[in-house]
């Protein structure tokens, strides 16, 4: 629903540097990686120590804080990444940004205060997804870039959680969560935080309707700038900057623009759009996806822009105004109670003393109390209600000070951790259970199955567009609304044996319309609990991802379905990469 309330703006921080610069151009909060588990390994990311300051300063602020834990996991790194949510927890992290079922399964179970937001990598594009998703107990789900504007409406209507959506910043070629490119060129896992980016490396095209372009899969970076009163019109809960690679001038520069954007309520002037592309971009911009036109949409960093990276940031110079009441009467001890924005905290300090010769008036007191030196805050307004002939130490003045000051950027006091496991289904493997091995085959249409092939395959799969009535089904790996209702209309007259599911919520489909279904490969499916998360959504068998060793495949418990010959897809797209994006690849 559309509201006068603006959607929260989400700025990136990859370094402590760049925090600050979101914080100085006023991003309503940041998000940010740990040393470990994180979807941006190359960007400079945060040590525990490093992560408690900037946990604090954000705090201090008012801004919120939200700590990428996006990579798939293998069951083995389960309890260090427990470890480090337990850190975050006890730090204040206002929310995780989780890519992996079974992460997200373990930290529900161990830290249910804790806010969950399902990160882009999952694939969720539809309301099914959405609900699927709050089952599980995310409350909010960060969509596909590749939705447009009317299927960003229509899924924020729907859906029982906040959406969040890509407002600037880089554009993977594929859907994010379905690219194993970097993995099948050099074994560096875009799922585990290591892309190396291949897509950006020049390719040669042939065939008929082949675009011309050297640089095919390489896209330019995205700006909605333009589009900002569209925007505020469609109900998302936040606009994210992409980034986590970039400077601290980067950050600084392109939140800022947008922060003036958001609160005039009004698009970008072409002297702003600019001023962006001078930050950093790929031969301009697009808005291709937004806009649902999928040509001209390709771009590469040209020599010209290769020191356009934005200005140094200067320092976080912002301070934050606070409100202060020093009590001192006798017989009690002295109080100092410190307001900034909507909190407010009392810190008690030792008793005072009868004055031996000046007492302890207003104007000593405030000069005392108002040092407040390296610190976030300065002092907007002060009240003193001091006793007559009563001294306090400038020291425990401020030492009260101090202690008030830490009281503010306290971490917030939360319930202690569950000791509960995950409740999960669970389901013997076909080995375990005494049944025969399955072999089925997937086609991209009936004409390609021969004859050999219906006599070998206990079962075969075909795209839901070119379905066969009885036959298993295969769902599009992309699903937003529309395509939703199309498939729940299709499906009842085509009576399939099975579907294969590529996300929750296609599982949540399958199982509403009755229709026995498996987790495709595209669930990227890394650990045991994962497995348990998708057989309690109703999965009848799983698929492990194809990037998993043998030794982690046997790990993972339950009805396991694997690859045993094709032709694996590296990338997945909505736009046609040959005829660059002039036509739909069929």
């Known amino acids: ?14 370094s402590p540097d760049a925090l600050r610069a979101a914080v100085e151009a006023g991003a309503d909060a940041v998000y940010f990686g740990a040393a470990r588990f994180s979807a941006r390994m190359r960007a400079r990311n945060f040590g525990e120590e490093e992560l408690a300051d900037a946990l604090s300063l954000l705090r201090a602020y008012g801004v919120r804080s939200y700590i990428t834990v996006n990579t798939c996991l293998r069951g083995v790194e389960l309890t260090d990444v427990l470890d480090t949510v337990r850190f975050l927890y006890e730090a204040g992290a206002d929310a995780l940004i989780v890519a992996d079922l079974g992460a997200a399964a373990a930290i529900r179970a161990r830290y249910p205060a804790l806010p969950l937001h399902a990160s882009t990598q999952l694939s969720c594009a539809s309301a099914e997804d959405a609900r699927a998703l709050a089952a599980l107990g995310f409350s909010r789900m960060v969509c596909p870039r590749e939705l447009s504007r009317e299927q960003i409406s229509a899924l924020c209507a729907a859906s029982p959680i906040g959406i969040e959506m890509f407002l600037h910043g880089a554009h993977c070629v594929s859907y994010s969560g379905q690219c194993l490119f970097s993995f099948a060129m050099g074994g ?15 390719y040669k095209l042939s065939g008929e309707d082949v675009g011309a372009s050297d640089y095919p899969l390489s896209l330019r970076d995205l700006s ?3 589009h900002i009163e569209e925007i505020l019109s469609l109900g998302v809960a936040s606009l994210k900057i992409e980034g986590r690679q970039k400077s601290a001038g980067y950050v600084y520069g392109v939140t800022k623009i947008y922060r003036t954007l958001l609160d005039e309520r009004r698009n970008a002037r072409r002297d702003e759009v600019e001023r962006l592309a001078a930050l950093f971009s790929r031969g301009g911009f697009t808005d291709g996806y937004f806009r649902a036109r999928f040509g001209h949409m390709l771009g590469r960093r040209r020599p010209e822009d290769a020191d356009a990276d934005g200005p140094s940031f200067g320092g976080l110079t912002r301070k934050i105004p606070v409100r202060a009441v020093l009590r001192v009467q006798s017989g009690e001890p002295i109080t100092l109670s410190l307001t900034a924005g909507e909190r407010t905290v009392t810190a008690a300090g030792e008793l005072p003393q009868p004055a031996r010769t000046v007492p302890l008036d207003d104007e000593t007191a405030r000069r005392s109390i108002a040092k407040f030196g390296g610190t976030p805050y300065a002092l907007a307004a002060f009240t003193a209600a001091v006793g007559d002939g009563l001294f306090v130490t400038p020291a425990a003045l401020n030492a009260l000070r101090r202690d008030a000051v830490s009281a503010l950027s306290a971490p917030p006091v939360r319930p202690a951790p569950s000791d509960g496991a995950p409740v999960l289904a669970s389901s013997p493997s076909a080995a375990e259970d005494g049944e025969r091995i399955l072999f089925t085959a997937q086609f991209l249409s009936p004409q390609q199955i021969p004859p050999e092939a219906e006599d070998f395959f206990d079962e075969i799969y075909l795209p839901l567009a070119r379905a066969e009535k009885g036959r298993g089904v295969l769902l599009p790996p992309f699903m937003p609304d529309g395509s939703v209702r199309a498939a729940e209309k299709a499906l009842p007259a085509l009576a399939p044996s099975s579907l294969l599911a590529h996300t929750p919520g296609q599982l949540a489909l399958a199982r509403r319309l009755g229709i026995r279904a498996g987790a495709s490969m595209r669930m990227n499916l890394w650990n045991d609990l994962a497995a348990g998360t998708l057989l309690s959504l109703g999965a009848a068998f799983l698929t492990p991802s194809p990037e998993l060793p043998l030794g982690a495949v046997r790990a993972i418990r339950g009805p396991k379905a694997l690859l045993a010959y094709g032709r694996i897809p ?17």
């Open 1 to 14: 629903m559309t509201t006068d309330r603006l959607p929260e703006l989400l700025a990136p921080a990859g």
């Open 188 to 202: 560096r896992s875009g799922n585990r935080g290591e892309c190396a980016q291949p897509c950006r490396l020049p």
């Open 570 to 586: 590296l990338l997945t797209t909505i736009r046609c990469a040959i005829s660059d994006g002039g036509a739909s690849c069929s």
């Open 224 to 226: 909605l700038a333009e």
